[in-house]
């Protein structure tokens, strides 16, 4: 959340043609009672792409979907995996995972409703229901609703007393756990989450999973997108360097600005590019500080792109 906006997706899709992309979450409430067009509001370019919803009400989740499915998405993803306070309070994220039945409920209603894909991102367990049977009985339930895509990040969620940022670092990864899951529902599609940070370790997860997921990685170091076309979906386009990347990006940011925005708003989730050069420090002093203090907003995008010259 606050990190996968228009902007971060757009120029991700610069890097990847292929990889299929996730909005942040979204609430229902957010959609239902709030300004829905903000939230659903993405560039046709950002295909193929997925709406994740937030929420717990069959109902609500339903006209949700309904909303993703006319603006356009590719697919509506329920987020059983989030372990904020904030979402706790609201029946929404990884606390679900404690009540098999009314996910279950839930992505039933939503397919209900659209013609695309439903799927759910969840954890292996929370404190409490951390054991194997108790992630089959969770999986085997919502598989009974009709949901065949499961995307799992590899950790229990505890769901008191860590903060987001350490629920997901402390609790171990358990890449078996995982695996063990696809092993005894091989007819269900399993894209595996949580760690993973070279596309090395994507091939080798390949062997075992149906896909995987980068979340942190690609967002921290977004330049490792560049070679998912070549090495995970056979494509002869090539590699675009970081300059190109970055350049590819200025028409859309002009246009952006044109409409009231601000350069802050698309190039800080470029920063990631600045990494392993002579020059790269500059380059996020340039965005991430001197941007806002410039009345040429493009001039200091030029800027930044020289020190990305060659690179």
């Not at 990889?19 to 979204?26: D, K, Q």
């Not at 994220?93 to 759910?120: F, N, R």
């Not at 940011?253 to 601000?262: K, S, V």
């Amino acid at each position: 959340m606050d990190w996968t906006d228009r902007h971060c997706r757009y120029f991700h899709r610069q890097l990847s043609q292929h990889a299929l992309l996730y909005t942040e979450m979204v609430t229902t409430g957010a959609l239902l009672h709030g300004d829905a067009q903000r939230f659903l509001r993405h560039n046709a370019a950002e295909y193929p792409l997925a709406l994740q919803l937030g929420g717990s009400a069959p109902a609500d989740l339903a006209a949700s979907a309904k909303l993703g499915q006319q603006a356009g998405y590719d697919e509506i993803n329920l987020n059983v995996g989030c372990p904020s306070d904030r979402v706790q309070n609201n029946m929404i994220g990884a606390c679900l995972m404690g009540h098999p039945q009314l996910v279950a409920d839930c992505v039933k209603a939503m397919q209900d409703a659209v013609d695309i894909p439903v799927t759910v991102k969840h954890r292996i367990g929370i404190n409490g229901r951390d054991s194997y049977a108790e992630l089959c009985d969770f999986v085997g339930t919502v598989k009974e609703a009709g949901c065949t895509s499961f995307t799992v990040h590899a950790r229990i969620a505890i769901l008191e007393g860590l903060s987001p940022k350490e629920n997901r670092e402390v609790p171990p990864l358990r890449y078996d756990v995982a695996a063990q899951l696809k092993q005894d529902f091989p007819e269900l599609e399993f894209i595996l989450n949580g760690g993973i940070k070279t596309l090395e370790a994507c091939k080798e997860h390949l062997h075992t999973f149906d896909g995987v997921m980068l979340g942190r990685e690609a967002y921290q170091n977004p330049y490792l997108l560049a070679e998912v076309d070549q090495q995970l979906f056979d494509s002869s386009r090539p590699v675009l360097s970081r300059f190109d990347a970055f350049i590819s990006m200025r028409d859309y940011i002009a246009a952006h600005i044109e409409e009231g925005g601000t350069l802050h708003h698309v190039t800080r989730h470029m920063l990631g590019l600045a990494q392993g050069f002579k020059g790269a420090r500059k380059f996020r002093q340039l965005l991430s500080v001197d941007i806002h203090k410039t009345d040429t907003p493009l001039a200091l995008f030029d800027q930044a792109s020289e020190l990305l010259q060659g690179h």
